[in-house]
């Protein structure tokens, strides 16, 4: 397992992992340029998943180089950081249901405010990226 939850500061970046509405996702575009977006995502404790648009540049950033980086927005005036470092898979969204259940409930209220259903958002956003987080970086 990647975070020891014994450790009050890994039981923490759990927590926030799980809680949190949006992490920034770093990756690295081809010519070696860096991209930042802010994403919704779903913390299985072990994975972050990213539901993406097929055609988006995040996927053609990781087809080059599958590093990736998932940040939590800066809490407590920048005392409470969480950085996970990770390499990044790209696949069908149909190749991990497992996870649509949770997903949906964590962003229903998001994903009814844009006019959709799950079914109908998993259309759209076809992809699924799973980072493997390899780095914590927290404090």
Excluded: C
Aim: charged share 20%; hydrophobic share 50%; proline share 6%.
């Amino acid at each position: 397992m990647f975070l020891d939850l014994t450790q009050p500061k890994h039981a923490h970046v759990d927590a926030r992992l799980r809680g949190e509405p949006i992490v920034w996702l770093s990756t690295v575009r081809p010519d070696g340029r860096p991209h930042l977006v802010p994403v919704w995502f779903l913390w299985d404790g072990e994975t972050v998943f990213i539901y993406s648009q097929p055609a988006a540049q995040k996927l053609r950033n990781l087809a080059a180089n599958a590093a990736a980086i998932v940040a939590l927005e800066a809490a407590d005036e920048g005392e409470d950081i969480a950085i996970v470092e990770g390499v990044a898979e790209v696949m069908s969204a149909a190749d991990v249901p497992a996870i649509v259940p949770a997903y949906a409930a964590k962003y229903a209220r998001g994903i009814a405010g844009l006019g959709l259903t799950i079914e109908t958002m998993l259309a759209d956003y076809s992809k699924l990226i799973r980072v493997t987080p390899r780095r914590l970086i927290a404090w």
